[in-house]
């Protein structure tokens, strides 16, 4: 399908919204709130939120959404089409002013993410991607093609974990796999998924690995993943759980089960799942 209007008011909002966080950021104080499960919002969270509904909204009024900052719509279920949002992916990041975070938008259309929009508020990078079509850099001069760089020749596998997918309490599962693959532990990184690292050819990994405890384990909610499973994917990478099984969407269960691989390579990809599945339970029947 053509999806050119969704990518153009992707862009649209995530640029908008990423403004609005940028000008707040830049702020010498700006008001913290502690959500009910003990997670940081700020002003500049609320504001995007609001500013990113107001121009989807108002261009395309009959589809649902999924944000982190508003009451979830269970009526999200009856439609095939959502958008996806995080208004800030890396609130904490945000507070401490470490300059990585971003807004997150997708477009999920029958479970699958077909239109992302990451906007970097410090630096007004942009990257999209639409499925089957390919990812960009949104630049002032157009788009600019993305492609992840592949790993060094030669050189071994860099395996990271994430302090938000089990690192490290589920430390002792990860170098296991390591083990497995022959490959080398990587600093843990203190953020989720940004494409914009694993973009960067100064990367210090090249998989990104999210342990699970049980089957049952969860991590993170759909509006961290589905931007960047797109973005990873389109750019030439490769996202799924554990089990190779790609995310679904705008699910009843907002959160992601079975664990998180993301790699610069799909052959990258399928060694690192071989590894995984090995030590863990099969998916639930």
Known sequence: MDYT???????????????????????????????????????????????????????????????????????????????????????????????????????????????????????????AAVRHQGAWRITEHGNEVIAIPAPSPGAPLRVAGSIWFGVPSLQHELDRIIAELGAVEAPALPTGIRPHEILDPNRPFDVVVGPIATIDTTYGGEWDFAAPDLIISEAGGAMSDLFGEKHRFNKAQMRNSGGVIYSCDPETHARVVAACASGIPGPAE
């Open 5 to 127: 209007a969704e990518l153009d008011i992707a862009v649209e909002a995530a640029r908008t919204a990423g403004k609005i966080v940028q000008e707040i950021y830049q702020r010498a104080e700006f008001a913290v709130y502690d959500k009910e499960d003990g997670s940081p919002v700020t002003d500049a969270d609320l504001a995007a939120d609001r500013e990113i509904r107001r121009i989807i909204g108002a261009r395309f009024p009959e589809d649902a959404f999924l944000t982190e900052e508003t009451a979830d719509e269970p009526s999200r279920l009856q439609v095939s089409r959502c958008w996806i949002v995080d208004p800030i992916d890396g609130t904490a990041q945000f507070i401490a002013r470490t300059d990585r975070f971003d807004v997150v938008i997708a477009l999920v259309v029958d479970g699958q993410p077909v239109v992302g929009a990451i906007c970097h508020p410090p630096s007004g990078a942009i990257l």
